[in-house]
């Protein structure tokens, strides 16, 4: 089959956005929880027994914590490429859902795909930990791939025809695998893959209620894989564990919400507003006077499902100012966003005109100052660790076993540089310094002294 002209551009972003990613993560360090599952997992093939003993007592996320620990085991460009490619498959996902149907697909493309890219990197909290960490990117960046790979399955169901016609002969293993994917999908994160319950149920109504048709084997068996996935996350006896470390942990579950309800509010406001303001009001003036369909639906599904996977963290024990638990709750209104601005730029009476340039206009300026100082703190933070770096190999090479580098004396600006001054302290006996020891394979660590010259 040739290949169309939509696919080839498409296919040029991509590459060059995956070799901007690869040369992102090539510039940043491995940091704090890398070291420590780098230690605490003994070897690729002891991965499940580390993780089944962290699921007893940590943490519920065993999906994404096997995909972790076997990229600690591995030498780092493996995951600067693996990290690349999820956030190039993010971008094609958030593309793909917001031209709704398949045919408006090349319907303005390096728009849609810019804004995409720029409000990633405007808007998405903690940048730095959720796409360039191997830790943190592995949890949320990796963990949100798998759950819109999974909503791809309903959307492109139920509102582009395309797999249900396809897989009508093999519907026994259609039913199979999209219950595991839904497994996947709900063994991810907490709050995530609560809001990604919700949106595809979402879709289920819409196949019912606006499309008319009837509810499939495929569409309940993933809906049940999902909630099992769910339920063997948030069941993990590890959480209890986890939890008790949590101030929040104590307090009622009425007091719970009514504690996390202003902080929420106020991290959005302080954070988010803009896209969560321009997306709301993309849905209003989408049915404002206009017929409803199943297509309009999807925005606001995904608006809904984006508000209720952050609100969700009101009943959780941990943290609930802006932290990269909002991320996936951001990525959903992100969507819903998109979807109701490619309405407008397809709609060419002069006022909606007006409404995208001014749009476009903030949101190319806003980004191109912050692209700039970010991508130059990023490369200052890179020169600092590299002369920690070398000074580890230069110092192995000469056979010393313990080792001395400078401190990080580097002063950053911006929020896109990935940071840890505390692995490396000036005790040797730190453990997070141990940590960092085991991984070049030294006796000890430490940064030089203060007051040496």
């Known amino acids: 089959m040739a290949?169309?002209?939509?696919?080839?551009?498409?296919?040029?972003?991509?590459?060059?956005?995956?070799?901007?990613?690869?040369?992102?993560?090539?510039?940043?360090?491995?940091?704090?929880?890398?070291?420590?599952?780098?230690?605490?997992?003994?070897?690729?093939?002891?991965?499940?027994?580390?993780?089944?003993?962290?699921y007893m007592n940590w943490t519920g996320r065993s999906l994404v914590h096997l995909i972790f620990r076997f990229f600690t085991k591995l030498p780092k460009p493996f995951f600067n490429a693996y990290n690349s490619l999820m956030f190039t498959v993010l971008v094609y996902q958030s593309v793909y859902l917001a031209s709704v149907k398949k045919e408006k697909m090349k319907n303005n493309l390096f728009i849609k795909?810019?804004?995409?890219?720029?409000?990633?990197?405007?808007?998405?909290?903690?940048?730095?930990?959720?796409?360039?960490?191997?830790?943190?990117?592995?949890?949320?960046?990796?963990?949100?791939?798998?759950?819109?790979?999974?909503?791809?399955?309903?959307?492109?169901?139920?509102?582009?025809?395309?797999?249900?016609?396809?897989?009508?002969?093999?519907?026994?293993?259609?039913?199979?695998?999209?219950f595991f994917l839904g497994i996947a999908a709900g063994w991810c994160n907490e709050n995530t893959s609560a809001g990604t319950l919700l949106i595809v149920i979402g879709y289920v109504l819409i196949n019912v209620?606006?499309?008319?048709?009837?509810?499939?084997?495929?569409?309940?068996?993933?809906?049940?894989?999902?909630?099992?996935?769910?339920?063997?996350?948030?069941?993990?006896?590890?959480?209890?564990?986890?939890?008790?470390?949590?101030?929040?942990?104590?307090?009622?579950?009425?007091?719970?919400?009514?504690?996390?309800?202003?902080?929420?509010?106020?991290?959005?406001?302080?954070?988010?507003?803009?896209?969560?303001?321009?997306?709301?009001?993309?849905?209003?003036?989408?049915?404002?006077?206009?017929?409803v369909t199943?297509?309009?639906?999807?925005?606001?599904?995904?608006?809904?499902?984006?508000?209720?996977?952050?609100?969700?963290?009101?009943?959780?024990?941990?943290?609930?100012?802006?932290?990269?638990?909002?991320?996936?709750?951001?990525?959903?209104?992100?969507?819903?966003?998109?979807?109701g601005f490619s309405e407008v730029l397809e709609d060419k009476e002069v006022n909606n005109r007006l409404i995208s340039s001014i749009f476009l206009g903030y949101l190319l300026l806003s980004f191109s100052f912050s692209f700039i100082s970010g991508v130059i703190d990023i490369y200052k933070n890179y020169n600092a660790y590299d002369r920690q770096y070398q000074a580890i190999k230069e110092q192995k090479k000469a056979g010393e076993r313990d080792i001395v580098v400078p401190t990080l004396n580097n002063t950053l600006r911006t929020q896109y540089p990935l940071k840890s001054a505390d692995d490396i302290t000036n005790d040797p006996n730190n453990q997070r310094n141990k940590n960092v020891a085991a991984y070049w394979g030294v006796r000890s660590i430490r940064t030089e002294d203060k007051d040496a010259k």
């Open 294 to 339: 199943a297509e309009k639906f999807i925005k606001v599904l995904f608006f809904v499902g984006g508000l209720a996977t952050i609100g969700v963290l009101a009943v959780s024990p941990a943290a609930i100012g802006w932290s990269r638990s909002y991320f996936g709750g951001i990525v959903f209104i992100f969507i819903s966003l998109i979807i």
């Open 113 to 178: 795909t810019g804004v995409v890219f720029a409000l990633f990197w405007l808007f998405i909290p903690c940048y730095h930990e959720v796409f360039l960490w191997m830790a943190g990117s592995i949890n949320y960046l990796t963990a949100i791939v798998i759950m819109l790979s999974f909503i791809l399955v309903y959307h492109k169901a139920i509102i582009n025809n395309q797999i249900a016609k396809r897989l009508k002969r093999t519907n026994c293993w259609k039913i199979i695998g999209v």
């Open 3 to 54: 290949i169309t002209k939509t696919k080839r551009k498409m296919g040029i972003i991509l590459v060059f956005i995956f070799i901007f990613m690869f040369i992102m993560n090539s510039m940043s360090p491995l940091v704090y929880d890398d070291y420590h599952y780098f230690v605490k997992t003994s070897s690729i093939k002891t991965i499940f027994a580390d993780e089944f003993h962290q």
């Open 209 to 291: 209620a606006l499309k008319k048709r009837r509810i499939e084997g495929w569409m309940i068996s993933g809906v049940l894989g999902n909630l099992i996935g769910f339920m063997f996350m948030i069941l993990a006896p590890g959480n209890a564990v986890r939890s008790a470390h949590f101030a929040r942990n104590d307090m009622s579950l009425v007091w719970k919400i009514l504690d996390a309800l202003p902080a929420i509010s106020n991290s959005l406001r302080d954070n988010a507003l803009f896209p969560i303001t321009i997306a709301f009001s993309l849905i209003l003036y989408s049915f404002w006077g206009r017929e």
